[in-house]
């Protein structure tokens, strides 16, 4: 029988001296206790070694899915012809009988046996030393980490964290130097600011320009639009700016070709983070965008670190200062942090950028973890997670709409015009007023206008003659404006009467029902009486006790001398 044992430097075919042995596995440990009894137990028959590190490394992950590789196919071809081979994996056993038709062996005694041969395997394998094996399965070991855990120099995010970084200080220095030219060349052409709004282009056009007197001669069309450039040429002949000297513009000109240099640069490294978070983190970039995206994975630490939070710390991930500020101050807490510049959250509306974040902040997460631990190297998760995103985005405006339409549907509600209705916007509380020419007044004219009534209520009659009327009216029982006056004001005065009355029974009532009732001065006033006294006559008695005692220590005194 042969023993299969792999090691890092190759593999090992071992022949079994003694197989009666092999029953008593509790005593075969005993025959590994020296390097001279396990040369009598087993023997190296054929050994192979690993050309290099990555044939150790392609070798070692097909024996973790327990499948033989090439080299090690053809090793047991040419020396295990009619043997029966012990193998320390079963699934690898059934592989080697199903392609090479030799076969295997798995037991108790077969893994004793292996622990035997690994305790004294420098000395059963010649020119293998201690000092050469453990360098080797350090190595090895680190290759088969790496490559569990997909780590590759392709994957490298060391790369992005340091390219976001760059970046960002880039722009803050270009923007420093683009206001300090505008500054400077101010001195000299103040309208130019007002005029050319973008940084690069101003930087190009002072370039070009030098003095404010030039830009009559010159062509700006590859630089600025028509409109721009005709109103430059027209703000340089009527300029209030003062002259400067060569020495000066000079100086200038120098700052400006930094300018130009930087944001040419800066272009450049924006093209090279796009590309790495292209094929480091496809599906982050798919979901967020490669800004985003890069500050997440340089904010977390790395991509790995980042797979292990969860989405609701992707969703603040930046905003720690407000979340632990509303946490102390016990207000809300911050519903997005980095994630807040993703195209998705800026196309919501204000209401519902919350949800939007939250939902993008799940989704993100998952993507993060797909792009850190998953074999595949495109984007299709990320497309697919964006396609869905962007629908619930719509779903979300569309119930918006239906809201302020007045439908939970998204169809208006249509609603009837009426004038007359006393709820709802739009609609007229009373009918109109009719337009009444009495009411202007014309200079002049004022007896006229005094004069003048309208047809149905014009009175001719003399005061004295309409108070004869009156009475005459009266005694006839019908009823005149004074009468119908005084009779609303008996009807009043009755009116209060009867609800003096009823307060009056109310009242009475009340006082039959609780007889005992007092008020709270005078409850107030009865308990501070009752404590005074409780306190006087607890004071009494403790004088009255102290005397007593005085009283008997007196007497003892007495006693004690009279003996």
């Not at 690898?92 to 037991?107: D, P, R, S, T």
């Not at 490298?156 to 270009?174: H, N, P, R, W, Y």
């Not at 509380?429 to 006229?448: F, Q």
Request: aromatic share 6%.
């Amino acid at each position: 029988m042969l023993v299969l044992f792999e090691t890092p430097a190759g593999f090992a075919l071992f022949k079994v001296l003694d197989e009666g042995k092999l029953s008593k596995v509790e005593d075969l440990w005993k025959e590994f206790a020296t390097s001279d009894s396990a040369r009598k137990m087993v023997k190296l028959k054929a050994f192979t070694k690993f050309d290099n590190t990555a044939e150790a490394l392609s070798a070692a992950t097909l024996l973790i899915d327990s499948k033989p590789s090439k080299g090690l196919r053809k090793f047991l071809r040419s020396h295990c012809d009619g043997e029966t081979l012990a193998v320390a994996d079963s699934k690898l056993g059934n592989a080697i009988k199903e392609k090479l038709q030799i076969e295997c062996l798995h037991n108790n005694a077969v893994m004793e046996l292996m622990r035997g041969v690994r305790s004294q395997l420098t000395d059963l394998i010649t020119g293998l030393a201690v000092q050469d094996l453990a360098p080797m399965s350090l190595g090895l070991s680190h290759s088969l980490s790496r490559y569990k855990l997909k780590f590759s120099p392709d994957k490298v995010d060391t790369m992005i964290i340091q390219a976001i970084g760059l970046l960002d200080d880039l722009d803050k220095e270009l923007n420093t130097y683009a206001m300090r030219v505008r500054e400077w060349y101010g001195w000299h052409f103040p309208e130019l600011a007002k005029i050319i709004q973008d940084n690069i282009q101003y930087a190009k056009t002072v370039k070009l320009m030098g003095y404010r007197v030039n830009a009559v001669d010159l062509d700006f069309s590859e630089i600025l639009s028509e409109e721009a450039e005709t109103a430059l040429k027209e703000a340089a002949v009527i300029s209030m700016g003062t002259e400067v000297s060569d020495l000066d513009l000079a100086n200038i000109r120098a700052l400006c070709d930094q300018v130009l240099a930087l944001s040419e640069y800066r272009a450049q490294l924006y093209d090279y983070l796009r590309s790495r978070m292209n094929t480091i983190a496809p599906n982050l970039t798919a979901l967020v965008g490669e800004l985003v995206g890069a500050r997440l994975i340089a904010h977390g630490g790395s991509l790995l670190n980042l797979a292990k939070q969860p989405g609701s710390t992707v969703q603040i991930l930046g905003a720690e200062k407000a979340l632990f500020r509303a946490l102390k101050t016990k207000h809300a807490t911050p519903k997005y942090g980095l994630i807040f510049h993703a195209s998705l959250i800026g196309q919501a509306a204000p209401k519902i950028k919350g949800k939007i974040a939250r939902s993008l902040a799940a989704k993100t997460a998952l993507a993060i973890r797909y792009d850190a631990l998953g074999d595949s190297q495109d984007n299709s998760m990320g497309l697919e997670n964006r396609a869905k995103l962007e629908a619930r985005l719509r779903n979300l405006e569309g119930r918006e709409l239906g809201r302020s339409a007045g439908s939970t549907k998204g169809k208006p509600r249509i609603e009837f015009y009426d004038k007359d209705r006393k709820k709802g916007a739009g609609a007229f509380i009373t009918a109109a007023k009719t337009y009444n020419p009495a009411a202007d007044s014309v200079l002049g004219r004022t007896t006229e206008v005094a004069t003048e009534k309208p047809a149905d209520k014009q009175d001719d009659t003399p005061p004295k003659k309409r108070k004869h009327k009156e009475q005459e009216s009266s005694q006839a029982g019908e009823a005149t404006p004074a009468a119908i006056a005084e009779g609303g004001e008996e009807e009043r005065k009755e009116k209060k009467k009867k609800k003096k009355k009823q307060a009056d029974v109310d009242d009475a009532v009340l006082q039959e029902e609780e007889p005992n009732v007092k008020p709270e001065g005078e409850e107030n006033e009865t308990n501070e009486k009752k404590k005074k006294k409780k306190r006087k006559h607890e004071a009494e008695e403790e004088q009255a006790a102290v005397e007593s005692q005085s009283k008997k220590k007196e007497k003892r005194k007495k006693e004690k001398k009279g003996e």
